[in-house]
């Protein structure tokens, strides 16, 4: 029988964000069973940053919508608390489905198209 000498491995950076963070303006948070609604610093597929002071704690489980502009784009996310300063709150989803996940792939992809759009613009412009 033949042997396939061919291997592939993926190297992971020595970083510890696994997927591209996106700042989006006008994504804000709404945590079930807190009043307040927090501005999202950035987002990716696995997580998220909430800016400013929330009171949550490492290890903390909570339930939560995102939305964009004043609209829901997703809902039911379940994130943990993996980093809490007193002035940023870092989230990770924890076992998103399908429909969530698509949610956020497209959050994030349409936010690169944009940037890219505007780094074209500026390669391109003739002062």
Known sequence: MFK??????????SGKRIAYRAKISGLHVKVVGRPSVYS???LSPTGLGLSGSTGMREGDVFVLSLYLKGKRVATDLHAKVVRAKQMFTGLVFVNPDRRQMDALHALVLEEQKEQAEERKKIRYRFD
């Open 4 to 13: 396939n000498p061919f291997k592939v491995s993926v190297k992971q950076s």
């Open 40 to 42: 999202a610093s950035d």
